[in-house]
């Protein structure tokens, strides 16, 4: 089976989605599926070393630096290449440039076409775009959701709160629930004493740990509010957000109002197969504010090295948090959160059992299962036969599907 993939964003560009992708495609690579990723060029990019990602030419973002726009000439320029490859089926996984030109691969190629909603955009876009009215962002979002997920055959969803979410947009095509899962690789490394050495954190300091883009939606300034009310009673505190993005100007800024320089570190990106893993291993606990999750891996890897989670329970994470396992669920106010954390932190005993139960919980958050159903789930839409969005992508955007072929839910 052979498997055409396309996105707007991946590595260098660290965030989930490019996480997410990398996983599914090692994992499904096991499972006898074969997979060419279309992605952006960067500019500080360095040689690829996977013959099957391929680069085309993009353009700067204005109001987004860290991302790509790839070119839609130098696209359609790669179909003559991808037709004679023989794939299977076109798997979307970002709904920008990447979206519209799957949906060509896909009209052009003939071939059914799949994607996966990776971010609940109807709270994202007014972070970016302050200067429109939220309710009016937020209809629009619903809109275009509505429109992308139903010009496909099948759509797959981290969560079943962002599959909830397709639900209320009025989304009509089969969805399936699938998250990202955990591969063996990242219960492995991390060096607790070295890390803290290199930074020149006292191995007796409390430490906790944000791992992300440092992003307005990801609700970091959350976090350094509860540092500040730790800091109080355990002036040793000390937390540590790694990752960087457009929010990192602002609260850099409040940190400093706050007079939390000894209490709030900024470590920028870590190489994700290493030093993130000494990170995570490093911290008593990893903190977690977001709203607007539609997984939260962060979550599991953190699990995945033995290091206990506070989280508020909101969109994805609830459903990573639910069991309760080497975690604990915070209320989201500033002061009741700080209570969770502070009575952790006073009961390293607690801390221990909670980091073993983590590790336990995260290894059922299974890679290779994961890739396995959606193995299956591509098996079943390339049974339909019947090509359905090569005939949709033609249609008017939003008008409910007439495809008989529908694909069997995993949910």
């Not at 496909?152 to 969803?157: S, W």
């Not at 992003?215 to 937390?239: M, Y």
């Not at 291993?281 to 290091?307: I, P």
Request: charged share 25%.
């Amino acid at each position: 089976m052979k498997i055409l993939m396309i996105s707007d964003v991946y590595f260098p560009r660290i965030n989930g989605v490019s996480t997410s992708i990398e996983t599914f495609r090692h994992a499904l690579a096991a499972e006898g599926v074969h997979t060419t990723l279309v992605v952006p060029d960067y500019p500080a990019a360095t040689a690829d070393t996977d013959p099957d990602v391929i680069r085309v030419r993009s353009r700067y973002l204005p109001l987004d630096p860290e991302d790509r726009v790839m070119r839609r000439g130098a696209l359609r320029a790669l179909i003559p290449r991808l037709r004679d490859t023989g794939y299977d089926i076109v798997h979307i996984h970002t709904p920008f440039v990447a979206h519209y030109a799957g949906l060509e691969f896909a009209r052009t190629l003939g071939l059914p076409c799949v994607t996966t909603y990776h971010t609940f955009f109807e709270e994202y876009l007014a972070h970016y775009i302050p200067f429109l009215p939220r309710p009016w962002l937020k209809a629009a979002a619903r809109r275009f959701s509505r429109a992308q997920c139903n010009a496909v055959d099948a759509i797959v969803v981290p969560s079943r709160a962002m599959g909830d979410a397709l639900d209320r947009y009025g989304v009509t095509r089969p969805r399936h629930v699938l998250p990202t899962g955990m591969p063996a690789e990242r219960f492995l490394g991390g060096e607790a004493d070295y890390f803290r050495d290199r930074y020149a954190i006292g191995r007796d300091r409390r430490l906790l740990l944000f791992v992300g883009r440092a992003a307005h939606e990801k609700n970091i300034d959350f976090l350094i509010a509860v540092v500040d009310c730790l800091r109080r009673t355990d002036p040793g505190v000390l937390l540590l957000i790694t990752g960087e993005g457009p929010a990192l100007p602002a609260l850099t800024a409040d940190v400093k109002r706050r007079g939390l320089g000894e209490h709030v570190r900024f470590l920028g990106y870590l190489d994700r197969h290493a030093e993130l893993l000494d990170c995570y291993r490093a911290a008593d606990l990893f903190v977690f504010a977001s709203r607007t999750e539609t997984q939260g891996l962060v979550l599991l890897e953190a699990m995945a090295q033995g290091t206990p989670v506070v989280a508020v329970a909101e969109m994805g994470t609830s459903e990573i948090l639910a069991p309760q396992r080497g975690c604990r669920i915070a209320p989201p106010d500033v002061q009741g959160f700080a209570a969770v954390v502070r009575d952790l932190l006073a009961t390293p005993a607690t801390l221990r059992t909670l980091g073993e139960e983590a590790r336990c919980y995260a290894r059922t958050w299974s890679a290779d299962e994961m890739a396995r159903r959606l193995a299956t789930l591509y098996a079943d839409c390339i049974a339909g036969g019947a090509r359905p969005a090569a005939r949709r992508a033609q249609a008017v955007p939003g008008t409910p599907p007439t495809n008989s072929a529908t694909p069997r839910s995993l949910i």
